[in-house]
């Protein structure tokens, strides 16, 4: 009795000494959850910082007003797309600068100007051949080079520009004859070699085919599969077998279904490479399982009770499906879908397997195409040497995040307002 | 007549067939009843007969296009069907054939709706099946071009050589450029980075998963998980990018502050970011394993006078552990088969070492840059892209497989 009494005063008596110490665990413990969250929640932040603070730049650029004589010399009526418009730039920009006399200066004032500017007078003369022999007046893209310098990417330092064409520059400026103006060439150009003329209109117009394409097979092909395995299949080996392989087949690394795309879709099949089709093909065979898997989870949502009222009045189990349970589970389906098709447009492990990583300046007009896509757009920048693509890459990777940001939140708004609690 | 116009056509064919059939039923249902011609009612409604009559359209479309694909693709065409619009001529006359005879011998008694839904149950089938026949044709594609590579190469070569360098001579006088397939220091490499990834993903996604479903209220939870999920959503060819850009720079001037020698695409670098990338992946799905622990054990915990931390220390994570290695394992198998990440950040050489600070190369960069650029399939250098794909599908499989027994198993325990 009185030894128990001792204990127990005992035990409360080290409970109460260890309290401090446990306390501290706690709250130690405690800190290292908030820390990791802070930790990943911050990483998240660095990553969007980098990236908007690299790119927003690259929706500007700067432009230079020249005052080109149309040589009628230089043109040749017959065969306009091939006259030297080249020429006729460089000739106006020698004009500018009479004590620029060496080879080697001249070339380096040449640099300053885009060969945009001779393409956009190209098209110029071509819409209206009546300038010719007159002086037109336009603004022109710099050189990518000019464009990051003026953008002050360099610091106060003239990175790869030579003195002498800083002092051109400054010399533009003072005559206020260069302007910072929104960098349409960036959304309606395709992919370029001069980083200033480079854009992302052929990379979207292919992210919008291989979508179109995966979207068109994916999405009734999903439906269908899970319809299949939720409402006909009988439970048994059969459908296990299937339901194991779509779970599977939902981890598997993206990069091996394009070594099957190269295999069969190329190799055996002999479809075009490139082209938008097969990497809409690939991506199909990618999404599927995302697809059925949010596709089965809305089906079995719809309560039992809905199916047993229409076979009860005589439908038969196709109609009931059609007619009753199909556009129930239909909001559930959509949202799965749309994250399914964000998951795509994201994608590229696969794609340089079917060959889309090669360089495609033109803008594709239809499946069969060659195109690049916005994700491989961005590896073919980002291992670009040149510096200028750094912010092109940050800017469009600030386009597909739009595009990824947009698209779920359509999912997350539809999940929002069709959910339906029976 | 291209594939396009061929499509239009049937499309139309099949349409024409629809409203055929469909006008044909509607004539003998308003005609069964009436007594001056009493016949019997059509067992399905009209809708369906005119179905029935346009599938009549598309199947035979349908199966010359499998024979033409199958005899171009695989077989001699035969001579007659060498032009190229003799297969189209025998697409849309076949149907128009079956569409006709498919309305004249439409009678009352057709079970059309029954036929339609026969067939839909089979296109059904026939679409969850694609997940098989998809397994199927990974498996195929990536075992047949890698019984050639191993042809030239041996198994064992190729699973035990120490060395890689896939650069092939072109001339056989050549000097230097042998070739090696020796997978080690590539698998090396690939385990060295996930290891890091794993090191930054693990602890991070752990403890954000357990203040998340331990101690935060529900406001930060309807904050946090969303920012979690918007990292999960980034596309890798972001977070390569990001990689290669900035991280990969500032690791290497934290070394040199260190006065260590640090490669500009080392493992460190790519496995810190693909660390980041696999954060949400591990949270997530240990958010659920320790959210189904049943609140009894808690209580049962918190009776005996335990703190909250040496409850969840004591027994809610042992008790969710093997759907934390299940999880865990996931996410290994996502970091071994990651690619853009070090495609873009980490280097192209094969160097068998274990310091994070050099460069390494893994089975998908390999795999990459093997198969981009020239491909020719009866080199070993093409081939051997094949025999990485499968390594990487066998372990991947085997690592899956794995970890869903184990989650699905401890799932089942508690529910």
């Known amino acids: 009795m009185n030894s128990t009494r001792i204990t127990e005063k005992n035990t409360s008596e080290l409970v109460r000494k260890g309290l401090k110490r446990r306390y501290r665990a706690e709250r130690r413990f405690r800190f290292m959850g908030i820390a990791a969250l802070c930790i990943s929640v911050l990483f998240l932040v660095i990553l969007f910082g980098s990236i908007i603070s690299k790119g927003y730049s690259a929706f500007f650029q700067w432009k230079v007003r020249l005052n080109v004589f149309v040589d009628p010399a230089r043109m040749d009526v017959d065969n306009l797309a091939s006259a030297d418009y080249a020429g006729a730039v460089k000739a106006a920009l020698r004009r500018e600068f009479p004590e620029i006399r060496k080879r080697r200066e001249k070339r380096l004032l040449y640099r300053i100007v885009s060969i945009g500017a001779s393409y956009q007078l190209r098209d110029m003369v071509m819409r209206d051949s009546s300038i010719i022999g007159s002086t037109v007046s336009f603004w022109a893209p710099l050189d990518d080079d000019v464009d990051i310098y003026l953008k002050g990417a360099y610091g106060k330092g003239s990175g790869r520009l030579k003195p002498l064409q800083v002092r051109i520059i400054e010399k533009f400026r003072q005559e206020g004859r260069i302007k910072k103006v929104f960098n349409t060439t960036f959304f309606t150009a395709g992919d370029s070699r001069d980083p200033e003329l480079a854009g992302i209109r052929g990379a979207v117009t292919g992210s919008f085919y291989t979508l179109l394409v995966t979207l068109l097979l994916s999405f009734p092909i999903g439906v269908a599969a899970a319809v299949y395995l939720e409402e006909f299949a009988r439970p048994g080996r059969w459908s296990d077998i299937i339901e194991v392989n779509i779970n599977n087949l939902a981890a598997v690394p993206s990069i091996i279904f394009g070594l099957l795309g190269l295999a069969i879709f190329l190799n055996l099949f002999g479809l075009p490479r490139s082209s938008t089709l097969v990497g809409g093909l690939v991506l199909t065979l990618m999404t599927l399982p995302t697809i059925i898997i949010a596709s089965r989870a809305a089906l079995k949502s719809v309560p039992p009770s809905i199916r047993e009222a229409a076979l009860g009045v005589g439908a038969s189990r196709m109609q009931t499906v059609f007619h009753h349970v199909l556009p129930l589970a239909l909001p559930g389906m959509l949202t799965g879908t749309i994250i399914g098709m964000a998951q795509a447009l994201g994608e590229t492990a696969p794609l340089p397997m079917i060959g889309m990583v090669a360089f495609v300046a033109d803008i594709p007009h239809g499946m069969t195409d060659p195109s690049a896509v916005l994700p491989v757009q961005i590896y073919l920048w980002a291992d670009s040497p040149e510096r200028a693509f750094v912010e092109k890459t940050s800017g469009a990777i600030m386009v597909l995040l739009a595009f990824l940001m947009a698209m779920n939140g359509t999912a997350v708004y539809l999940r929002k307002k069709f959910e339906r609690k029976w | ?415």
Request: include cysteine.
């Open chain 2, 1 to 415: 007549m291209t594939s396009t116009q061929l499509f239009i056509t049937v499309a139309l064919l099949a349409c024409a067939g629809f409203f055929l059939g469909k006008k044909r039923a509607a004539i003998m249902r308003d005609s069964s009843g009436s007594h001056s011609s009493p016949g019997i009612r059509p067992h399905s409604t009209p809708v369906y007969y005119g179905f029935w009559v346009s599938l009549w359209a598309v199947i035979p479309a349908l199966l010359v296009f499998v024979c033409e694909f199958v005899l171009k693709r695989f077989g001699h065409v035969p001579f007659s069907f060498r032009a190229g619009v003799a297969w189209e001529a025998v697409a849309v006359t076949s149907g128009i054939v079956c569409v006709i005879i498919a309305w004249l011998r439409l009678r009352p008694e057709t079970r059309a709706r029954n036929h339609i839904e026969t067939g839909m149950n089979f296109l059904f089938m026939a679409c969850a099946t694609i997940a098989i026949f998809t397994t199927l044709g990974i498996v195929l594609s990536v075992i047949f071009e890698s019984i050639r590579f191993f042809k030239v190469i041996p198994v064992q070569e190729f699973l035990f050589g120490l060395k890689w360098s896939p650069q092939v001579a072109i001339r056989p006088d050549q000097v230097g450029s042998t070739g090696a397939f020796g997978s080690v220091p590539v698998l090396a490499g690939t385990f060295l980075i996930s290891f890091i990834a794993m090191a930054v993903a693990a602890p991070l996604g752990l403890m954000s998963a357990i203040y998340l479903s331990e101690y935060a209220g529900s406001r930060l939870r309807a904050w946090a998980k969303p920012c979690l999920e918007i990292l999960a959503g980034i596309p890798t060819v972001v977070y390569g990018f990001f990689a290669a850009l900035v991280v990969a720079p500032q690791v290497k001037a934290a070394g040199e502050i260190l006065g260590l020698q640090v490669s500009s695409e080392s493992a460190l670098a790519a496995g810190l970011v693909m660390g980041i990338m696999i954060i949400p992946l591990v949270s997530s799905l240990s958010d659920d394993v320790i959210s189904a622990v049943p609140q009894a054990m808690r209580d049962g915990s918190y009776a005996l006078g335990a703190t909250k931390a040496e409850t969840i220390k004591n027994v809610v994570i042992p008790a969710a552990l093997p759907g934390i290695v299940g999880g865990l394992l996931l996410a290994v198998s996502r970091a071994v088969g990651e690619t853009m990440i070090v495609v873009m950040a980490a280097g192209l050489s094969a160097n068998l070492t274990m310091n994070p600070l050099k460069a390494v190369t893994t089975v998908t960069v390999q795999i990459v840059t093997l198969l981009t650029g020239d491909q020719e399939f009866d080199s070993p250098k093409t081939l051997a892209a094949f025999a990485l794909g499968l390594l990487l599908f066998i372990l991947t499989l085997l690592m899956n497989i794995i970890a869903l027994k184990i989650v699905r198993k401890y799932r089942e325990q508690y529910e």
